[in-house]
């Protein structure tokens, strides 16, 4: 198993572009998350998915839109990208079933936006 | 909304000595996990605590979660250079089927050791 995959690894952005963060998991785990981590900073989640086609807010979700459509896939669109979304973005992936609930992070997205 | 705060925010050991992070929550906690991210890296599952004042050992590394659920700690003996990188704490509330079942995560602890 692969495990939970992101694309692409590094981008940069100018102001006021649109771009879509990949994220694919083959463990077929029914829950998704997209966190970010500032620099030194902890995860914050911006939006989660329960399942295909339930998503749902996190903490953090202003100028980020999701969409769920199979159970591998969860992307995450920036639309009109702003410099306070430069970030890694962490996409995750986790099966509540007998436990224990951990997640399985992919290798990240480092955005910059100039 | 619950919050979780973990200390200090870095520590700087020397090889061989101990070390210690501490987490709090403010709502008490249905299981408390820790995440281990080394530079440059994602974070990964280390270990889970459910029970009130479970204690859990992986080799050198000790895993306390307090009586209330509303604490826990990550004690590593004798540091060593691999054990560098940001030990997260991450707290979960009741579980629910279908209801996100998010986890809080503390800012970290950054572990740096000087060989």
């Known amino acids: 198993n692969a495990g939970v995959t992101q694309t692409p690894k590094f981008r940069i952005l100018k102001i006021g572009q649109s771009m879509t963060l990949q994220c694919t998991q083959d463990?077929?785990?029914?829950?998704m998350y997209w966190y970010r981590q500032d620099p030194g900073m902890g995860l914050k989640l911006i939006y989660y998915s329960v399942g295909a086609g339930i998503t749902d807010k996190g903490e953090v979700p202003n100028g980020y839109n999701v969409s769920r459509s199979t159970t591998e896939d969860f992307p995450l669109r920036l639309e009109l990208a702003a410099p306070s979304q430069t970030s890694v973005y962490f996409c995750?992936?986790?099966?509540?079933?007998?436990?224990?609930?951990?997640?399985?992070f992919g290798p990240g997205t480092r955005l910059t936006v100039t | 909304g619950q919050q979780v705060m973990q200390i200090p925010q870095y520590q700087h050991v020397q090889e061989g000595e101990d070390f210690t992070t501490y987490c709090n929550s403010s709502?008490?906690?249905?299981?408390i996990q820790w995440y281990k991210q080394r530079p440059g890296g994602h974070p990964v599952f280390l270990i889970q605590l459910v029970k009130s004042g479970e204690v859990k050992k992986q080799k050198r590394l000790t895993f306390q979660f307090g009586e209330a659920k509303k604490n826990s700690s990550l004690h590593i003996t004798a540091t060593q250079t691999t054990d560098v990188g940001t030990y997260f704490c991450?707290?979960?509330?009741?579980?629910?089927?279908?209801?996100?079942?998010?986890?809080?995560f503390g800012g970290g602890t950054r572990l740096m050791v000087k060989p």
């Open positions: 709502t008490t906690l249905s299981n």
């Open positions: 995750a992936s986790s099966y509540l079933g007998q436990g224990p609930y951990e997640q399985y």
């Open positions: 463990m077929n785990h029914n829950y």
């Open positions: 991450a707290g979960q509330t009741q579980l629910v089927m279908n209801a996100g079942n998010m986890l809080t």
